[in-house]
């Protein structure tokens, strides 16, 4: 007895989804990197289980979709930020979600040396702390071409056209002024997880603007 039809989805379906622009699932398709099929009509459709190996092999996240989600392990989230209670604070709101594993450190120092031992998918960054700052940790990993200041979201109470300007000098799109609400932070480590993980995969072409201001 034969197996029945396979189950297709629509670029719009699995762009939903993945949280990604039609366009960006074209630029997947034509260039190779998610198999497809055309109807008589010419649109494109992806089958259940390519989409799923899809999936899989680049460790990415289905919004609304469980029954997709790969077990790619806990995502590490380090916190550098020489506030000791936000620190606590997010050492608890995390807990709460344990697809994160999150590890925070209060002096820059620190934060250099467990991002260069953690890899962390997402790292929350202060702009002034003493000693070593946020400044200088940035430039550190600038001058040594880390693919981690992509992973980097700031949090700071000092955001103004000019850090924003230098900010995106370097490569920084995800900012947060102080105060904020914290919660917002679960949400804000998955997009960033998200898109770095399509990044390392080699699937790019996301447009992802980091969240700004207030």
Do not use: C
């Not at 379906?13 to 099929?37: C, D, F, N, Q």
């Not at 209670?85 to 467990?114: A, K, M, W």
């Not at 031992?117 to 040594?144: K, N, Q, T, Y």
């Not at 102080?178 to 919660?183: A, E, G, T």
């Amino acid at each position: 007895m034969g197996s029945g039809p396979r189950k297709l989805y629509s670029l719009g379906k699995i762009a939903a989804l993945l949280g990604v622009h039609r366009k960006t699932l074209t630029y997947w398709v034509r260039g190779g990197k998610l198999p497809a099929s055309r109807t008589p009509g010419g649109h494109y459709r992806v089958a259940d289980d390519d989409f799923r190996r899809f999936v899989q092999a680049h460790g990415l996240r289905v919004l609304g979709g469980e029954e997709f989600a790969p077990d790619t392990g806990r995502r590490v989230v380090l916190a550098i930020d020489d506030d000791r209670s936000l620190l606590t604070l997010l050492e608890y709101l995390f807990r709460e979600n344990p697809e994160f594993e999150f590890h925070g450190v209060d002096n820059g120092y620190l934060g250099l040396i467990e991002a260069g031992r953690l890899e962390p998918a997402v790292i929350f960054l202060d702009l002034l702390m003493p000693g070593l700052d946020g400044w200088e940790l940035l430039a550190s990993l600038s001058s040594s071409g880390s693919r981690l200041l992509s992973r980097i979201v700031i949090l700071s109470a000092v955001l103004n056209a000019e850090s924003d300007r230098r900010l995106q000098k370097i490569g920084i799109k995800w900012r947060i002024a102080k105060p904020f609400d914290y919660r917002r932070l679960v949400d804000v480590a998955r997009d960033v997880s998200q898109a770095a993980a399509m990044v390392a995969a080699g699937v790019g072409g996301v447009e992802a603007d980091g969240p700004e201001g207030a």
